[in-house]
Protein backbone atom coordinates (compact mmCIF):
# COMPACT_ATOMS: atom_id res chain seq x y z
CA UNK A 1 0.00 0.00 0.00
CA UNK A 2 2.80 2.43 0.91
CA UNK A 3 4.66 1.55 -2.18
CA UNK A 4 1.64 2.09 -4.34
CA UNK A 5 0.80 5.71 -2.77
CA UNK A 6 4.40 6.99 -3.17
CA UNK A 7 5.16 5.90 -6.38
CA UNK A 8 2.07 5.20 -8.36
CA UNK A 9 -0.62 8.05 -6.44
CA UNK A 10 1.95 11.08 -5.20
CA UNK A 11 4.99 9.79 -8.17
CA UNK A 12 7.47 10.68 -5.26
CA UNK A 13 9.10 7.00 -5.20
CA UNK A 14 10.11 3.88 -7.22
CA UNK A 15 8.94 0.45 -6.48
CA UNK A 16 11.80 -2.19 -6.82
CA UNK A 17 11.48 -5.81 -7.60
CA UNK A 18 11.95 -8.32 -4.93
CA UNK A 19 13.24 -12.15 -5.63
CA UNK A 20 11.04 -15.21 -5.21
CA UNK A 21 12.08 -14.90 -1.42
CA UNK A 22 10.64 -11.59 -1.32
CA UNK A 23 13.97 -9.86 -0.85
CA UNK A 24 15.47 -6.69 -3.34
CA UNK A 25 18.81 -7.34 -4.73
CA UNK A 26 21.84 -4.91 -4.62
CA UNK A 27 21.58 -5.41 -8.43
CA UNK A 28 18.10 -4.14 -8.01
CA UNK A 29 18.95 -1.50 -5.86
CA UNK A 30 22.29 0.06 -7.96
CA UNK A 31 19.59 -0.09 -11.18
CA UNK A 32 16.87 2.37 -9.15
CA UNK A 33 19.22 4.44 -8.06
CA UNK A 34 21.14 4.60 -11.52
CA UNK A 35 17.98 5.30 -12.84
CA UNK A 36 17.02 7.99 -10.47
CA UNK A 37 20.81 9.99 -11.01
CA UNK A 38 20.97 9.68 -13.89
CA UNK A 39 17.57 9.74 -15.67
CA UNK A 40 15.30 12.13 -16.71
CA UNK A 41 12.61 10.36 -14.40
CA UNK A 42 14.61 10.94 -11.26
CA UNK A 43 14.51 14.50 -12.14
CA UNK A 44 10.71 14.81 -11.87
CA UNK A 45 10.78 12.38 -8.82
CA UNK A 46 12.90 14.93 -7.22
CA UNK A 47 10.56 18.15 -8.37
CA UNK A 48 7.72 16.10 -7.22
CA UNK A 49 8.54 15.70 -3.67
CA UNK A 50 10.03 19.43 -3.57
CA UNK A 51 6.21 20.30 -4.43
CA UNK A 52 4.97 18.16 -1.91
CA UNK A 53 7.22 19.31 0.70
CA UNK A 54 6.10 23.14 0.06
CA UNK A 55 2.49 21.89 -0.30
CA UNK A 56 3.07 20.56 3.18
CA UNK A 57 4.34 23.43 4.82
CA UNK A 58 2.17 25.46 3.68
CA UNK A 59 -0.67 23.46 5.04
CA UNK A 60 0.93 23.96 8.38
CA UNK A 61 1.27 27.63 8.38
CA UNK A 62 -0.56 29.41 10.83
CA UNK A 63 -3.30 30.37 8.02
CA UNK A 64 -2.36 26.82 5.92
CA UNK A 65 -5.22 24.75 5.06
CA UNK A 66 -4.41 22.06 8.16
CA UNK A 67 -5.14 24.72 10.60
CA UNK A 68 -8.29 25.66 9.15
CA UNK A 69 -9.75 22.65 9.09
CA UNK A 70 -8.58 22.12 12.77
CA UNK A 71 -9.91 25.16 13.86
CA UNK A 72 -13.26 24.67 12.02
CA UNK A 73 -13.37 20.68 13.72
CA UNK A 74 -13.44 22.84 17.09
CA UNK A 75 -15.87 24.92 16.62
CA UNK A 76 -18.00 22.68 15.44
CA UNK A 77 -17.27 20.16 18.84
CA UNK A 78 -17.87 23.87 20.58
CA UNK A 79 -21.44 24.18 18.94
CA UNK A 80 -22.13 20.81 19.25
CA UNK A 81 -21.55 21.19 23.55
CA UNK A 82 -23.34 24.86 23.84
Not at 25 to 52: D, F, P, R
Not at 62 to 80: C, M, P
Request: a positive charge; aromatic letters at 2%; one cysteine or more.
Amino acid sequence: MNAVLLSEVLKVGLRTRVNENDIVEKVEVAKVIKYLMEGEEGEKLCNNMKELKEDASNAIKEDGSSRKTAISQLALKWRKLV
